[in-house]
C-alpha cells in the first residue's frame, strides 16, 4: 500500500496545525491473548486499550471466540470495564439471542435483573463440586457467563474442568453403563430440606408447573397440597455439536446421596425412604448407581480440575458442554454474578 506523503520538517519540530495524538493499538492488538500452555482452561483475553468496550469487540469478533471456546472451553475476559448486571446483559446478547431464566434450577440463587442470577448461594465455607449447568435436564445452556463484581480476599475461585477429558479419563466400562441406561433424577419438594417448588418454578400456579413438566419430558406426581415429586431421565454425555467431540455430561455425581458427608447421610436415610430424599440418582432404567462408580467420576474431575483466581472486573465465558466449573471456599466479601444463554438439548435421547 502506497504511503502517504508528509511534509519535510526539521527534526523535534511539530507539524504545522497539527494535534498531538496518543498513538492506538492496532486493531488485532486491541485484546491480547495471554500465554500459556496448550491446555490451559481457561484461555485468558486482556483488553489492551482502556475503556474497550468488550460487547462491541465480541460482536465484532465473534469467530474468534467461538475459535477459543471450543479450543479451551472457556474464555476469561480480563481488564474491560463491565457495569454489573446491565453490563453482563449487554455481553450475552453480543454473541446470543437473548439470556435465559433460571427455571428448574436446582441451587438458591438471587435474580439481579431479568436474566442475572447471583452465583449459588451456599455458605462460603462449603465446596461446590464440579458440574455443567442444568446436566441433570433434557435442556441446558450452550453459554454461561460469570462476572465478578468483587473478588473475595481469600479463596473463592470458579474452578474449571475439560469435560472432552473427564470423559476420556473415566473407565470404558462405566462409560458404556451411564450411556447405556441414561440417567434419572428424582426430586422431592416441599419437605423443607431443598429448594420449594415455587422457587424452581417460578411460580406458585402448580398447572404451570405440569406444563412445563410434560412439555420438558418430566414426571410428576403431587404427593399432596405442597409436596412435589419429579422424575426424569436424561443423558450421561453428550457429543459437543460444533467440534463433535464426547463430553461427560450428568450431575449424578451431585444428586447421588454419597455426596452427602457420612453423618448427614445416614442421618438422611434415617428419617426418610430412599425415594423420598430431597434428591437422588440412579440409572435411568431405576437401578442404582454403585458408590464406587461415584468416586470414580469425583476423581476424574479431580484431574482435571484448575483454578483461576478471580480480579475483580473478570468476566467468565464458559461453554457448558466442554467445562464444568465449581467454587472453592471463601473468606470475606465475594460476588459473581451470573447469565445464561442459547438453550440446547438432547431431544432425540442420546445418552
Not at 49 to 57: E, I, K, R, S, Y
Not at 123 to 130: L, R, W
Request: glycine share 8%; aromatic share 8%.
Amino acid at each position: 500500500m502506497t504511503q502517504p506523503t508528509l511534509p519535510r520538517t526539521t527534526p523535534g519540530t511539530p507539524l504545522a496545525g497539527a494535534r498531538r495524538r496518543v498513538a492506538a493499538p492496532a486493531a488485532d492488538r486491541l485484546v491480547t491473548v495471554e500465554p500459556g500452555g496448550p491446555a490451559d482452561l481457561p484461555r485468558v483475553l486482556r483488553s489492551a486499550a482502556p475503556g474497550l468496550d468488550l460487547a462491541q469487540w465480541l460482536r465484532q469478533n465473534r469467530d474468534e471466540v467461538h475459535r477459543h471456546l471450543d479450543e479451551r472451553g472457556a474464555v476469561l475476559f480480563r481488564g474491560f470495564p463491565v457495569a454489573a448486571a446491565e453490563g453482563l446483559e449487554q455481553l450475552v446478547t453480543a454473541l446470543s439471542p437473548a439470556t435465559l431464566d433460571y427455571v428448574y434450577g436446582s441451587t438458591p440463587r438471587s435474580r439481579e435483573s431479568a436474566g442475572v442470577y447471583t452465583s449459588t448461594e451456599y455458605p462460603a465455607d462449603q465446596t461446590i463440586p464440579q458440574h455443567s449447568e442444568m446436566a441433570y435436564a433434557s435442556t441446558w445452556p450452550m453459554k454461561l457467563w460469570f462476572l465478578c463484581t468483587v473478588a473475595a480476599p481469600e479463596g473463592g475461585a470458579t474452578p474449571l474442568a475439560d469435560n472432552r477429558k473427564v470423559f476420556a479419563r473415566l473407565d470404558p466400562a462405566l462409560r458404556d453403563r451411564f450411556t447405556e441406561h441414561g440417567v434419572m433424577y428424582v426430586r422431592n419438594y416441599g419437605a423443607g430440606l431443598d429448594l420449594p417448588w415455587q422457587q424452581v418454578f417460578e411460580t406458585t400456579d402448580r398447572a404451570e408447573v405440569e406444563r412445563f413438566c410434560r412439555g420438558a419430558g418430566i414426571e410428576y406426581r403431587w404427593l399432596d397440597e405442597d409436596r412435589l415429586r419429579t422424575r426424569q431421565v436424561c443423558q450421561a454425555a453428550v457429543r459437543h455439536p460444533r467440534t463433535g467431540e464426547w463430553a461427560w455430561f450428568n450431575q449424578a455425581h451431585l444428586f447421588h446421596p454419597s455426596n452427602l458427608g457420612p453423618e448427614v447421610r445416614e442421618t438422611l436415610l434415617a428419617t426418610f425412604a430412599e425415594e423420598d430424599l430431597p434428591r437422588n440418582v440412579v440409572f435411568g432404567d431405576g437401578s442404582p448407581i454403585p458408590d464406587a462408580d461415584l468416586a470414580e467420576i469425583r476423581a476424574a474431575f479431580e484431574a482435571e480440575t484448575v483454578a483461576e483466581p478471580w480480579q475483580s472486573g473478570d468476566v467468565l465465558l464458559v461453554d457448558n458442554i466442554l467445562a464444568s466449573h465449581g467454587r472453592q471456599p471463601y473468606a470475606g466479601p465475594r460476588k459473581v454474578l451470573v447469565a445464561m444463554a442459547e438453550p440446547f438439548g438432547n431431544t432425540q435421547g442420546e445418552k
